[in-house]
């Protein structure tokens, strides 16, 4: 290194080995406050809301059934907290025909996916990525 480089490169040096070593002394440490924290909630459940309303197995009630051109749409109600979301079935879907309004229903997490069953009959297996993967590869027997 030339000798006009050496001085500003020895003070970067120093200045960036100060700031690396420096560590805040803090009385907490720094977490949001409660009211943010709740004030972020409904943006991280509508966000991920398909994967937080079940986690092991949960009970819901079919509170209204909607007719579309391309099947059903069900809204659904959780039994433990009221949270409620909706799902779009196929007109293919032949378990859906059986349920009417007031049904419950228990919605069970396993690896591939959800188990949507009613009354201890399975009527529809709603895949996540783990399941589509295994569905397009399998032919399913009956």
Do not use: K, Y
């Not at 009527?123 to 783990?130: D, E, Q, R, S």
């Amino acid at each position: 290194m030339s000798r006009s480089v050496m001085p500003w490169f020895a003070a970067f040096s120093v200045g960036l080995a100060s700031m690396l070593c420096v560590n805040t002394a803090r009385a907490h440490a720094p977490q949001p406050s409660e009211a943010s924290a709740l004030s972020v909630l409904p943006v991280a459940m509508s966000v991920g809301a398909s994967g937080l309303m079940v986690v092991g197995t949960a009970a819901f009630s079919v509170v209204a059934i909607q007719a579309t051109a391309e099947g059903v749409v069900w809204v659904l109600e959780r039994a433990s907290d009221g949270a409620r979301t909706s799902v779009r079935w196929a007109a293919s879907s032949a378990g859906v025909a059986s349920v009417a309004v007031g049904t419950t229903l228990m919605v069970t997490a396993v690896s591939a996916g959800w188990v949507v069953s009613t009354a201890g009959e399975v009527i529809a297996l709603v895949p996540n990525a783990l399941g589509r993967a295994l569905l397009h590869h399998e032919e399913v027997q009956r």
